[in-house]
C-alpha cells in the first residue's frame, strides 16, 4: 500500500504555514504574500483601484505558490482564521490538476507553532 502523503496549512492573506505531516517533530516552512500592510497604505494614496488591482495579482501570485506545493501530496486540511483558505481551496477546485487531492477547510483561530502542529496531528490521525 502507498504512503499517502500529507500537509496542513495554517494560512491568513499575509502568511500560510506549511507543515508536512510525516515528521516528528513537524517542520513549518512559511509562504508569505507580497502585499504588505504598509505597501497597502503606501498604494492607497495612489489610488484605491490600483491597489485593488495590484492586491489582487499578488494575492493570485501567493495562492499560485501554495497550489506548487499542495500538488504533491494526497490529503490537504486547509485552516485558519480569515476567508484565505476558502478563496484558495475556491482556486484550486476550479483548477483539474488538483481533482484528485482530498482538500479540507477547518476553521481555526490564531495559533502558536505548537498549536498547528497539535491541530495536524490530530486531524490527520483522526482520518
Do not use: C
Not at 502507498?2 to 513549518?28: R, S
Amino acid at each position: 500500500m502507498e504512503l499517502k502523503k500529507n500537509i496542513g496549512i495554517w494560512m491568513d492573506h499575509a502568511h500560510a504555514h506549511v507543515m508536512e505531516f510525516t515528521t516528528d517533530p513537524i517542520q513549518t516552512s512559511i509562504i508569505s504574500s507580497k502585499f504588505t500592510h504598509q505597501e497597502a497604505e503606501h498604494e492607497f494614496e495612489k489610488s484605491e483601484y490600483l491597489m485593488h488591482n495590484k492586491e489582487q495579482h499578488q494575492q493570485s501570485e501567493y495562492y499560485k505558490k501554495l497550489g506548487e506545493v499542495i500538488r504533491n501530496y494526497d490529503d490537504v486540511v486547509l485552516f485558519g482564521p480569515t476567508d484565505a483558505k476558502k478563496e484558495l481551496f475556491n482556486v484550486l477546485r476550479a483548477d483539474h490538476r488538483f481533482e484528485k487531492i482530498k482538500i479540507e477547510v477547518k476553521q481555526a483561530d490564531k495559533m502558536t507553532d505548537n498549536q498547528q502542529h497539535a491541530f495536524v496531528k490530530n486531524y490527520f490521525h483522526s482520518h
